[in-house]
T-cell receptor
Framework: NAGVTQTPKFRILKIGQSMTLQCTQD?????MYWYRQDPGMGLKLIYY???????DKGEVPNGYNVSRSTTEDFPLRLELAAPSQTSVYFC?????????????FGEGSWLTVV | ELKVEQNPLFLSMQEGKNYTIYCNYS?????LYWYRQDPGKSLESLFV?????AVKQEGRLMASLDTKARLSTLHITAAVHDLSATYFC?????????FGAGTRLTVKP
């Protein structure tokens, strides 16, 4: 099982550049999320989606954009990268139900903005 | 605004000892989750607590939920080195899953 797959795993960006973090899941989960984790810190929700065509802002959406054209894919776009966006980014998915809403995480993408 | 607070943030303990990690939250949610993260790795689910009074146990870890107090605990019994990791609690706030800052646990021989 592939689960949640995100790419790239590592990336160095220059200030002002743009890039897209790709995320895909093969579990047919309707919910998908993007979190960032700064060194030694917890996770902050950037954006989430409850289904194709629907996205919502989380705690820290500024500087990011997302789209959800299919159930499987949830790319995260960084426009005009800034050093404050240096972080580890986790894509995740879930399928809320009677057994709760356990989130399944990807392996993470380490992004450095210099 | 929903707040999820864990304490302690850092915990160093000897093997064989017991300890409890606390997770307080500010909403009325009755769904709380515990995750484990090893250094440089992703998060993996440990426990799902879905109602007041829920208790789950797996090996040396036991999690409980008191929705009236808005408190969850993760109790460690007779700690072993393999439990060294960062533990996060997360609260389900109507599709907006919020995480605590994490408790970095180090178990020393």
């Amino acid at each position: 099982n592939a689960g949640v797959t995100q790419t790239p795993k590592f990336r160095i960006l220059k200030i002002g550049q743009s890039m897209t973090l790709q995320c895909t899941q093969d579990m047919n989960h309707n919910y998908m999320y993007w979190y960032r984790q700064d060194p030694g810190m917890g996770l902050k929700l950037i954006y989430y989606s409850v289904g194709a065509g629907i996205t919502d802002k989380g705690e820290v959406p500024n500087g990011y954009n997302v789209s959800r054209s299919t159930t499987e894919d949830f790319p995260l776009r960084l426009e005009l990268a800034a050093p404050s966006q240096t972080s580890v980014y986790f894509c995740a998915s879930s399928y809320p139900g009677e057994e709760g809403n356990t989130i399944y995480f990807g392996e993470g993408s380490w992004l450095t903005v210099v | 605004e929903l707040k999820v607070e864990q304490n302690p943030l850092f915990l160093s303990m000897q093997e064989g000892k017991n300890y409890t990690i606390y997770c307080n939250y500010s909403t009325t949610s009755d769904r709380l989750y515990w995750y484990r993260q090893d250094p440089g790795k992703s998060l993996e689910s440990l426990f799902v607590l879905l109602s007041n009074g829920a208790v789950k146990q797996e090996g040396r870890l036991m999690a409980s939920l008191d929705t009236k107090a808005r408190l969850s605990t993760l109790h460690i019994t007779a700690a072993v080195h393999d439990l060294s990791a960062t533990y996060f609690c997360a609260v389900d706030n109507n599709n907006d899953m919020r995480f605590g800052a994490g408790t970095r646990l180090t178990v020393k021989p």
